[in-house]
């Protein structure tokens, strides 16, 4: 449809590696790897963590669950990062053996906090016929 010369190599490059259906997400998160703001290698990167991995809206405070804007999944995050960085090598011509080698520089989240048991009343809680009427 269009010649090479209307499509962005990086683009293209990211549309043959995440061709199938089910990568359509990661090959937009690759191709905004391409068109990252990073003037080189190295920022690119640090785009895309920014991009993939969402710091907590309250700042200063320890992770909650309540508060985390993360894109979901750990796994989803990482996909995201992968896709990316691809698009950054893409990008600035590195070789595919140095992209693969690339790792998030993110802890991944603490583990939930534990489930906190519920202490059972030891006196049963009252029936039916032992419960006082309240109608007028």
Known sequence: MFSGDWTPQCGSCCTKKYASL??????????????ADGDNWDECIGKCTEICYKDPVLEDRQWSAYIDRSPGQDS??????????????FKFDIPAEKVE???PNRPSKPPPPPA????????????GDDVPCTSA
């Open 76 to 89: 989803y995050s990482l996909e995201c990062f992968n896709a990316c960085v691809s698009g950054c090598g």
């Open 116 to 127: 906190v048991e519920r202490t059972k009343n030891s006196e049963p809680i009252a029936k």
């Open 101 to 103: 080698q690339i790792k």
């Open 22 to 35: 089910v990568q359509i997400p990661w090959r937009v998160f690759c191709k905004k790897g391409c068109d």
